[in-house]
């Protein structure tokens, strides 16, 4: 029998078109899709799109659309993105699909039927957020002046006055949930989230008021108002319930998987998930989800992503190009950078040039190297699939084969990737210790022909562990050893191998280099308008010996150095400030130094200064230089003198 495996992302609304962050949510439910599917799981993934409420009604009206014309424009726009991503979806939902609707209003029903008491028509007045379609209390949200701002949008929230609505008793269920909660402990994923809604539901829990009066653009509430009035079903009930109407009430998809599903969400709507979606099910007596899966929050260089920045509007798609000529194995490249360099419920920072760094380290000179370097011998030495190899990769291949696929069946891919990524270390260090080129030259061929069946039977394993990750990467090994055969979970080193036909390789992340890394960053962080900050001049006040040691004065290296766009004055630079740690730092130094002048030289690095944004660059230190906006020189390490190493601390 196999399992039933059903993954879920959140439905995105219409009022905005496709960025990194829903990009995020979207390729991490793929990669666990495709896990799935090889390890043979009966798999169905959904994703779709968020199109009532009053945020895409207002949205609408200041394009002077009709609702109707904003969603069937902005819809298709996610399908096209996820389809030119390669996303292996099953389905895609739109909340304004009959089959949807009529499965929203089967819910209210189906609760009023079997708990009349928890639907009930009373006055609501309060705080509203469109951004976020939520009702807020003044506890939850913060004020500037006399205006109450919420706490995830930082815009100011807006009064219903005693609207008429539809309640729904949340209250009832917070105990029931309660215990769900602590009699399951993987119910909510990451634990630190399971906690933050324990302790929600620890405190007063309010009924949830489920319907709305002032505005149509969503579903009918089946029932009429004995006042005449007419209710939308409030846009969160009606969005929770798509995991359910793709399935369909009552259907075989329904006996399959309903029961199973793993909801995969960020941070910002973990409580509609993880609290209001199980009591609406509770209530309407139909099995809760398995599983709230939750992710932080993607900043681009410390900057939340916003309409209103346009260097944190960042297309997936053109990022993937940019990374390598191949689009599919950029896309793959930023699928495997995302998921490896943060923890999934951590907030990550896309900084460019982590993402240039891992690129070269991990997948060109990882992966990418072992894959050129193993096929090119096999083709020039052994001109045909080695039959045999050996075991020396046996156990590391093992382990890794069994740690991988717990870390991703317990999603954990930062974690999964990083095994993965041992045994590719170890088939390189094979080739450097094996050193099938001298076999060769000495003619020992039953020993060069082991080591090289070594590296077809490594690339095939590495081929079916990242193939989640990476499955055009996965596609391309297979081409380049001549394998037809589907991707699979391997089972261990050397089973269920199949014939090979190995071909000369090309290389598939070839390797970015520094003059290539000036133009990307260059074109990646546009310049904005806003001035920097003008410091004002004070009188210089005595300070301590301690005063002055607090300050962590270093000796660094350039190791690049490039015009910051737009910005006279500015150069962004690379610096080496010793064991081969990396940082960027912005120096106000453009005026009086050509960036080539200054690659190689030592120059004296504050270390400890708190990171700031510069014209859309994450600045993680600052370079002395004396002088102010004209006259302007280096400090930098007597070249005369003995020769100090990139790190040294300056007292
Ligand atoms: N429509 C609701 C979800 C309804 S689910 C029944 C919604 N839509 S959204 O388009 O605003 O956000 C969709 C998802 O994208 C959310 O999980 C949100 O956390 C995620 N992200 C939006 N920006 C993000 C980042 N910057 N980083 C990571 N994920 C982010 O909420």
Redesign the pocket.
């Known amino acids: 029998m196999t399992r039933p495996f059903y993954i879920t992302t ?4 219409v009022n ?1 078109v496709p ?4 990009a ?2 979207t390729m991490a439910a793929d990669t666990f899709a495709r896990f799935h599917r090889l390890i043979g799981d009966d798999t169905r993934f959904l994703t779709g799109t ?1 199109e009532h409420g009053q945020k895409v009604e207002e949205a609408a009206k200041k394009r002077g659309l009709t609702p109707k014309q904003l969603v069937d424009d902005v819809a298709p726009r996610f399908a096209a993105m996820w389809e030119s991503l390669g996303i292996s979806n099953d389905d895609f939902v739109r909340t304004t699909e009959t089959r949807h609707k009529d499965v929203v209003r089967a819910l209210w029903k189906r609760i009023a039927e079997r708990n009349r008491d928890d639907l009930y028509l009373a006055t609501y007045q309060g705080w509203y957020c469109v951004g976020c379609e939520a009702f807020y209390t003044e506890s939850q949200l913060t004020k500037q002046g006399d205006t109450w701002i919420c706490p995830i949008h930082t815009t100011p929230v807006s009064w219903v006055d005693k609207e008429r609505s539809w309640f729904f008793r949340l209250s009832a269920y917070k105990t029931r949930l309660i215990d769900h909660i602590e009699a399951h402990p993987d119910f909510i994923q990451p634990d630190a989230y399971r906690k933050e809604v324990l302790s929600f539901l620890r405190g007063e829990v309010r009924d949830l008021s489920v319907s709305r009066t002032s505005f149509d653009w969503g579903i009918d509430v089946p029932e009429g108002d004995p006042e005449g009035k007419h209710h939308v079903i409030y846009v ?1 009930m009606d ?2 319930t ?1 995991y359910l109407s793709a399935l369909g009430m009552g259907t075989p998809l329904y006996d399959r998987f309903w029961g199973q599903a793993v909801h995969l ?5 973990l409580r ?2 993880a609290v209001y979606w199980p009591c609406f099910l509770m209530a309407a007596e139909l099995p809760l989800p398995k599983k709230i899966l939750c ?5 681009i260089g410390g900057r ?2 916003s309409k209103s920045i346009p260097a944190t509007r960042v297309d997936p798609l053109v990022l993937a190009a940019d990374l390598n000529a191949d689009r599919a194995l950029g896309i793959d490249a930023l699928r495997y950078f995302l998921l490896r360099e943060t923890p999934l419920g951590n907030d990550g920072d896309l900084i460019y040039e982590s993402l240039i760094e891992r690129h070269n380290a991990d997948l060109a000179n990882d992966l990418g190297n072992l894959v050129n370097r193993s096929l090119t011998m096999i083709t020039k030495f052994a001109g045909q699939a080695p039959p045999v190899h050996s075991d020396a990769l046996a156990d590391v291949a093992n382990q890794v084969i069994a740690e991988a696929k717990a870390n991703w069946e317990a999603f954990q891919p930062s974690r999964a990737l990083e095994a993965t990524w041992r045994l590719i270390r170890e088939g390189n260090r094979f080739v450097d210790s094996s050193q099938p080129w001298a076999l060769a030259k000495a003619g020992k061929n039953d020993e060069l022909a082991r080591a090289l069946g070594t590296l077809q039977t490594a690339l095939w394993t590495i081929r079916n562990l990242i193939a989640a990750v990476m499955p055009t990467t996965a596609i391309k090994i297979g081409e380049l050893l001549g394998v037809k055969a589907e991707p699979a979970w391997p089972t261990a080193w050397g089973a269920d191998l199949p014939a090979f036909h190995p071909q000369p390789p090309t290389p598939l992340f070839p390797r970015i280099d520094d003059k290539r890394t000036a133009e990307l960053l260059a074109k990646w962080l546009p310049a904005e308008t806003a001035a920097a900050p003008v410091a004002e001049k004070k009188e210089a006040a005595l300070i301590t010996f301690e005063d002055f040691s607090k300050a962590e004065l270093r000796v660094a290296q350039v190791i690049t150095a490039a015009p910051v766009p737009k910005a006279k004055k500015l150069l962004q630079l690379t610096v080496d400030v010793g064991e081969g740690r990396h940082r960027t730092v912005v120096a106000g130094i453009a005026e009086a130094y050509q960036p080539e002048q200054l690659v190689g030289r030592k120059v004296l690095l504050v270390a400890n200064l708190a990171p700031a944004t510069i014209r859309g660059v994450q600045s993680e230190g600052m370079i002395l230089a004396a002088g102010d906006d004209s006259i302007l020189g280096l400090a930098a390490v007597d070249s005369l003198g003995p020769d100090v190493p990139v790190g040294t601390r300056v007292r």
């Open positions: 959140p439905i995105y609304y905005d960025h990194l962050g829903h995020y949510a968020d969160w969005a929770l798509n969400i960020g941070k910002d709507i509609f998930h992710t932080g929050w993607w900043t939340k992503i």
